[in-house]
């Protein structure tokens, strides 16, 4: 009983002894007046007394039949509710005045760091590889992360400079390789005429086609030129037509319409003397007369049409709907390889820029229109420069 009685239960609490029955062992009178039951079991405690105003817990004896309960008034144990909400309040309280504080430092540590990283990727993710993340005072992680985010873009950009570079070259070797073809045919037609001229002794028309043939394979040994002149491009398709219209006298004639003021600008070579050599090839004979039509002028603008007209049956539905499609209409024995020719390379020039349209005239005949947007002066003056790079520039 002696650490019970340490205990403080207030004023009307108190420490006792009952016996196996719940009976009280002393201050029975106390226990009588306020209706107090000792019997606790069943439960750790219970409320009793008048109005319920006692909680009665205790515990049984080992050693005999008794039991040892506390009686403490409800009184004692609401004092200290007061000084508990006190507690809750201050706690509330500091947890609002430090809330500003926490959001402030997580962003500061947290959301803003993240935030610059997702604004970086929405840049890089619109094709801007120069973006970099700039240092500042952060948390350990995310000055790792920051570090690791600029490295790898850096490499990805040389690796993409890489790329590009390689396929430019690539793109290089190819539009020369283009340009380098020479249709043997003509080559061999070329000789065959300058034979029958020294037949019959035409030496004025030899020496013209001599000179001629000298000029047109000089332009086709110009391969180190992405572009020339619409100029330079128009005389050697004149030059061309000059050939053959020495090889069909009768059965060929021509006109070109190009207005002065577009002379100088810029065209990828044999563009225009392609698609006449192609005219020649399939629709002139020695059974009736093909007239070729060649204009030039200006789009809007934005850069040169280019239409080729002639006189002839036009080109044959399956052929046309090939060529209007982009399809492949060699076959394999290298027929209409120069219309191919000049489809690549201007793809290779121009991307989706640049239109080829074929199609058969009213009166038959085929037409072919190209549309080349204008390219930079510079790129006709250099020689060497590349078709690639200057479209990307």
Same mark, same amino acid.
């Given at each position: 009983?002696?650490?019970?009685?340490?205990?403080?239960?207030?004023?009307? @609490? #108190?420490?006792?002894?009952?016996?196996?029955?719940?009976?009280?062992?002393?201050?029975?009178?106390?226990?009588?007046?306020?209706?107090?039951?000792?019997?606790?079991?069943?439960?750790?405690?219970?409320?009793?007394?008048?109005?319920?105003?006692?909680?009665?817990?205790?515990?049984?004896?080992?050693?005999?039949?008794?039991?040892?309960?506390?009686?403490? $008034?409800?009184?004692?144990?609401?004092?200290?509710?007061?000084?508990?909400?006190?507690?809750?309040?201050?706690?509330?309280?500091?947890?609002?005045?430090?809330?500003?504080?926490?959001?402030?430092?997580?962003?500061?540590?947290?959301?803003?760091?993240?935030?610059?990283? *997702?604004?970086?990727? =929405?840049?890089? %993710?619109?094709?801007?590889?120069?973006?970099?993340?700039?240092?500042?005072?952060?948390?350990?992680?995310? !000055?790792? *992360?920051?570090?690791?985010?600029?490295?790898?873009?850096?490499?990805?950009?040389?690796?993409?400079?890489?790329?590009? %570079?390689?396929?430019?070259?690539?793109?290089?070797?190819?539009?020369?390789?283009?340009?380098?073809?020479?249709?043997?045919?003509?080559?061999?037609?070329?000789?065959?005429?300058?034979?029958?001229?020294?037949?019959?002794?035409?030496?004025?028309?030899?020496?013209?086609?001599?000179?001629?043939?000298?000029?047109?394979?000089?332009?086709?040994?110009?391969?180190?030129?992405?572009?020339?002149?619409?100029?330079? !491009?128009?005389?050697?398709?004149?030059?061309?037509?000059?050939?053959?219209?020495?090889?069909?006298?009768?059965?060929?004639?021509?006109?070109?319409?190009?207005?002065?003021?577009?002379?100088?600008?810029?065209? $990828? $070579?044999?563009?225009?003397?392609?698609?006449?050599?192609?005219?020649?090839?399939?629709?002139?004979?020695?059974?009736? #007369?093909?007239?070729?039509?060649?204009?030039?002028?200006?789009?809007?603008?934005?850069?040169?049409?280019?239409?080729?007209? /002639?006189?002839?049956? @036009?080109?044959?539905?399956?052929?046309?709907?090939?060529?209007?499609?982009? *399809?492949?209409?060699?076959?394999?024995?290298? =027929?209409?390889?120069?219309?191919?020719?000049?489809?690549? =390379?201007? =793809?290779?020039?121009?991307?989706?820029?640049?239109?080829?349209?074929?199609?058969? @005239?009213?009166?038959?005949?085929?037409?072919?229109?190209?549309?080349? $947007?204008?390219?930079?002066?510079?790129?006709?003056?250099?020689? !060497?420069? /590349?078709?690639?790079?200057?479209?990307?520039?």
């Amino acid at each position: 009983m002696v650490p019970l009685n340490l205990i403080d239960f207030g004023r009307n @609490g #108190t420490a006792l002894l009952a016996t196996e029955h719940y009976e009280a062992m002393a201050n029975r009178t106390f226990i009588r007046e306020n209706r107090i039951d000792l019997n606790y079991t069943g439960t750790d405690y219970t409320l009793t007394g008048t109005n319920k105003q006692f909680l009665v817990s205790g515990g049984q004896s080992a050693k005999g039949h008794f039991s040892l309960v506390a009686v403490i $008034p409800d009184s004692v144990i609401l004092e200290n509710l007061p000084f508990l909400r006190r507690i809750v309040s201050f706690i509330s309280l500091g947890a609002l005045v430090l809330l500003p504080f926490i959001l402030f430092l997580l962003r500061k540590t947290v959301l803003t760091p993240i935030n610059r990283i *997702m604004t970086a990727m =929405r840049r890089i %993710e619109d094709g801007n590889l120069d973006v970099r993340l700039t240092h500042r005072t952060s948390v350990l992680e995310f !000055e790792m *992360m920051n570090h690791t985010f600029n490295r790898m873009i850096s490499q990805i950009q040389e690796l993409k400079i890489n790329v590009l %570079e390689e396929q430019l070259k690539h793109q290089k070797a190819e539009l020369r390789h283009l340009q380098l073809q020479i249709n043997p045919h003509f080559f061999l037609n070329s000789l065959n005429i300058i034979y029958n001229l020294a037949v019959v002794k035409n030496f004025a028309l030899i020496q013209e086609m001599s000179l001629c043939l000298v000029q047109y394979f000089r332009f086709m040994f110009r391969s180190n030129l992405t572009f020339v002149t619409l100029k330079d !491009e128009m005389e050697h398709t004149l030059n061309y037509l000059r050939i053959q219209e020495m090889r069909f006298p009768e059965n060929l004639t021509y006109e070109l319409s190009v207005p002065e003021r577009l002379m100088e600008q810029a065209v $990828p $070579p044999l563009v225009i003397q392609t698609f006449v050599e192609n005219t020649i090839k399939h629709a002139v004979s020695m059974d009736r #007369t093909i007239r070729i039509t060649i204009g030039v002028e200006e789009a809007q603008g934005s850069g040169l049409l280019i239409r080729i007209r /002639d006189t002839g049956k @036009g080109f044959p539905e399956e052929v046309l709907a090939k060529l209007q499609l982009e *399809m492949d209409i060699g076959g394999g024995e290298g =027929r209409h390889i120069g219309i191919w020719n000049v489809q690549r =390379r201007l =793809r290779l020039l121009y991307r989706d820029e640049a239109r080829i349209a074929f199609s058969n @005239g009213p009166d038959q005949g085929a037409v072919v229109e190209i549309f080349i $947007p204008y390219a930079d002066k510079d790129e006709v003056q250099g020689g !060497e420069a /590349d078709a690639a790079l200057a479209y990307c520039g």
